[in-house]
């Protein structure tokens, strides 16, 4: 393996869930391998490298993107989210992470944050979103255990605690 010198390396500095960071990146180093190796941020998960699974889904400045797709060194200043921010305080879930649960929208988990991700961005801008459009956000994500079905149960579960939630706070 070749030695690192300071030209392989590139420092990088972002938001992560909230807090600032710095780290150093190979020239070559994915986003989801910093996350995961570098940062901690496990809940990132690694699945086909090549961007069709969707498992390493995060947000980019609100926008879900892909880890994997990502050099860290792109980064550089932009805002990252990764499951581990969806929660809104320790030891309670987000309305979506609640509707999983409730509806069993995951069977062996290792889709279940990059969905999550993508739910999350989504219903940010479209509350009110039909399943039809479920379904279409849902279309870049594979998952081998659950047919969907219960995903988008617990996605159409989140929509109605939020109309009821926004109803609440109108």
């Given amino acids: 393996m070749p030695q690192l010198t300071a030209r392989n390396r590139h420092r990088v500095a972002f938001r992560l869930n909230g807090r600032q ?3 150093l990146a ?4 994915l986003l989801s391998d910093l ?5 901690g941020a496990t809940g990132t998960h690694v699945g086909c490298e090549h961007g069709v699974c969707g498992a390493c889904t995060i947000q980019v400045d609100g926008a879900p993107a892909r880890a994997c797709l990502i050099l860290a060194a792109q980064i550089d200043g932009a805002d990252v989210r990764t499951v581990e921010a969806l929660a809104p305080q320790p030891g309670r879930l987000s309305v979506l992470q609640a509707a999983f649960r409730e509806k069993h929208g995951l069977q062996c988990g290792f889709c279940t944050p990059g969905i999550l991700m993508t739910l999350d961005a989504f219903l940010t ?11 279409e956000h849902l279309s870049g994500h594979l998952c081998r255990c659950t047919g ?7 996605a159409l ?6 109309r009821k939630e926004q109803k609440e706070n109108a």
């Fill in 148 to 154: 969907y079905a219960t995903i988008v149960a617990a």
């Fill in 26 to 29: 190979e020239n070559r180093m």
């Fill in 21 to 23: 960071v710095e780290a």
């Fill in 157 to 162: 579960a989140a929509v109605e605690e939020l």
């Fill in 125 to 135: 801008t479209r509350p009110d979103a039909s399943e039809a459009e479920i379904r």
């Fill in 35 to 39: 996350l995961r190796h570098e940062l």
